[in-house]
């Protein structure tokens, strides 16, 4: 794939990315018991690319994304969150992809859950509270229920699209 390619498919990528997470704004929570639950269906973007192009664009598209999305629809603390969920997630998404032992639906499931964590952890230092770590027992569930959505679709992307010509 060439350069020029190569960064079209990556702006594309950050557009659909941010299409999906607008989109997700706009639905009702689907875990109306749990605050702050999102399916994180730009995560579909991130998997994909990660399997298609690697770690790095996967990363790049992931970051701005989540910049975009907090310039455009969040706030200062929303974009910690996500930065910190996004980037700790990629990372074990990477190195559980490299193993070759777990399909795209078990890495997304991980890196849902992850995120989740991430996400866990920049609370309890903002909050100054190590209670709020109970809370990952329930993000876990949701986090497995939308990992498994998520992944079965990126799954989908990466088996129905070729990128070589």
């Not at 992931?62 to 975009?68: A, F, G, L, Q």
């Amino acid at each position: 794939m060439n350069k020029t390619k190569r960064l079209t498919l990556l702006a594309l990528s950050v557009a659909i990315a941010m299409i999906l997470s607008y989109i997700e704004l706009l639905l009702p929570p689907i875990f109306t018991a749990v605050p702050g639950v999102k399916m994180g269906l730009a995560n579909i973007v991130a998997l994909f690319i990660l399997y298609k192009l690697g770690p790095v664009e996967a990363f790049a598209v992931s970051i701005i994304r989540v910049s975009m999305s907090a310039l455009l629809f969040g706030t200062v603390l929303t974009f910690v969150y996500s930065l910190v969920g996004a980037t700790l997630s990629l990372l074990v998404m990477w190195l559980l992809k490299r193993t070759d032992l777990f399909s795209v639906t078990g890495v997304s499931i991980s890196g849902a859950v992850t995120h989740n964590l991430g996400q866990i952890l920049v609370a309890m230092i903002i909050l100054g509270t190590k209670e709020i770590i109970y809370y990952m027992a329930i993000l876990a569930v949701t986090g497995i229920i939308s990992g498994v959505l998520v992944g079965l679709l990126a799954g989908l992307l990466v088996v129905k699209i070729n990128l070589a010509k």
